[in-house]
């Protein structure tokens, strides 16, 4: 399949795998580019423990990029966030040095500004990808000079923007503002979103939910469980606060402020069902972090490496996308993506049936 963001790429297939937290690993992100899809190595990538230390997360993923290269030749990306100063910014700071001394081929910049790193990647010959959630977003990229912007809607996991735009009404209106590729994501998990997305006007899709159930993604086999277990309504979008550079009492010092629109959609199980129920269906994620307790209470104090690494949904919940209760199988990077491409010919067929009859 050829679009212009594979050709920008030199990559097969214009299928991204996402960058997930903690779960999206070298080995991941290499079979996916191995099967000539792109892969993506994100934050904490290959990690079952939090450091407070900058240099040390530096040097955690120059390991994993190393790893990349060793099992692959084919691009890939690396996920930088760019964060907010005084928080994250500085961990965002050193993991784009590192990726810049090892010569990513690819960045997808997440969560900030595109003002931030675009003329610093762009400068070391690295092709940037540009993450956003409304059309404002990627016409501030494509001013900044990225080459392509992704665009994911709120059926996505994770963390699904601030305004809530589903990815059918996103993505054409994201097309039409700007010239550059637009990659699309949000609830995209087989041909049929394939084919969607490029009807949209997208030239690729950006899938995180579904690689979590693959055989080469990290995540704890009770993850990818859940995620086979879903159904149609069994992820919620609630709300999240934005993160901002101060602390604030109120939300436990974490420096997240909840008036903004943010949100994340989480996969639902009894203990985030009981949590929400508790709250009268109002309940932030800031609320549902609290309600996991405390490090003295809980023992696994981070609750991503708890939930997502350790597989304790017990006290924990996971985000993940809308698109969860069309995922059956655990198949490899590989087996998904070969899947993906044979079965959009005969979708091809029965629209071209459709059209022509
Ligand atoms: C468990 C999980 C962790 C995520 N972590 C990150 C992250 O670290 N950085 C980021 O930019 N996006 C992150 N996302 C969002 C994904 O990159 C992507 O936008 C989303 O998964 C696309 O929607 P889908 O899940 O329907 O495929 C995460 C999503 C999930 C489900």
């Keep these: 399949m050829r679009t212009r963001f594979t050709e920008l790429l030199g990559i097969r297939y214009p299928i991204v795998q996402a960058s997930m937290a903690w779960i999206t690993d070298a080995v991941l992100a290499a079979a996916v580019s191995e099967a000539g899809g792109l892969g993506t190595i994100g934050p904490n990538a290959g990690c079952t423990t939090i450091t407070p230390d900058v240099g ?77 959630s409304t059309v404002r977003h990627v016409q501030k990229a494509e001013d900044a000079g990225v080459d392509a912007v992704i665009v994911s809607g709120t059926e996505g996991g994770g963390h699904s923007g601030f305004d809530q735009m589903t990815t059918l009404c996103l993505v054409p209106q994201a097309t039409d503002a700007v010239k550059i590729p637009v990659i699309a994501g949000g609830g995209l998990v087989d041909a049929r979103g ?117 597989g304790n949904l017990e006290r924990n919940t996971i985000t993940a996308s809308q698109g969860s209760g069309l995922i059956h199988d655990v198949p490899t990077c590989r087996g998904l993506i070969d899947r993906m491409i044979a079965d959009v010919k005969p979708i091809l067929e029965r629209l071209s049936t459709a059209y022509s009859s």
């Design 194 to 310: 394939l084919v969607a997305a490029l009807a949209l006007g997208a030239e690729g899709v950006y899938m995180g939910t579904r690689f979590m159930a693959t055989e080469e993604c990290p995540t704890h086999p009770n993850v990818k469980q859940a995620i086979l277990d879903a159904m149609d309504t069994s992820t919620m979008a609630i709300r999240h606060g934005s993160p901002v550079s101060r602390k604030d009492e109120k939300t436990g010092g974490r420096g997240f402020v909840e008036e903004r629109r943010g949100s994340i959609r989480l996969l639902l199980n009894d203990f985030a069902r009981d949590v929400i129920a508790a709250q009268g269906g109002n309940v932030s994620f800031e609320e549902v972090i609290a309600a996991t307790g405390s490090p003295e209470e809980n023992p696994e104090s981070n609750r991503t490496i708890a939930a997502f690494v350790n």
């Design 56 to 132: 040390e997360t530096g040097e955690r993923l120059r390991e994993q990029i190393r790893k990349c290269k060793e099992l692959t030749d084919k691009p890939f990306a690396v996920n930088f966030v760019v964060g907010v100063v005084g928080w994250d910014r500085d961990y965002s700071d050193r993991c784009l040095e590192v990726g810049i001394e090892e010569g990513v081929p690819v960045a997808v910049v997440s969560q900030g500004s595109p003002l931030v790193y675009t003329p610093r990647l762009k400068e070391a010959g690295v092709k940037v990808i540009h993450v956003g």
